[in-house]
């Protein structure tokens, strides 16, 4: 069963025409170090993701590559192109939930965290 989730979300990432990737609230190294990943794959795919941080990037992870696809503009949510938004790390229902709201359409949701 695990495998066929697995597959699932890299199918649907792989497809993806305009993935928004999202960070915990309390940018840690996992969440962040997770997100800038997918989107160095991403990026080898021919995509053009974005990274939303709730807050500026700490200077600790700074050193991380792909800084530039990161945002702190939740404007990014209300984008009618998004079409797959990936959470990292983000355990708090009510952080994702706030976040969604301006969202149009209906993209798919992906919540990866342990």
Not at 4 to 32: M, N
Not at 71 to 83: G, H, K, P, Y
Request: hydrophobic fraction near 45%; include cysteine.
């Amino acid at each position: 069963m695990e495998a066929f989730v697995h597959q699932r979300i890299h199918d649907t990432l792989k497809a993806a025409k305009k993935p928004l990737l999202v960070c915990d609230a309390r940018i840690d190294g996992d969440s962040l170090g997770s997100a800038l990943a997918e989107a160095d794959w991403l990026m080898k795919e021919g995509k053009e993701p974005r990274v939303f941080v709730n807050t500026a990037v700490p200077e600790n992870y700074r050193f991380l590559p792909h800084l530039d696809l990161t945002t702190t503009d939740r404007n990014v949510f209300a984008d009618s192109d998004l079409d797959v938004i990936a959470f990292f790390d983000c355990s708090r229902d009510a952080f994702a939930a706030e976040l969604l709201k301006p969202v149009p359409g209906r993209p798919a949701i992906i919540n990866i965290d342990h």
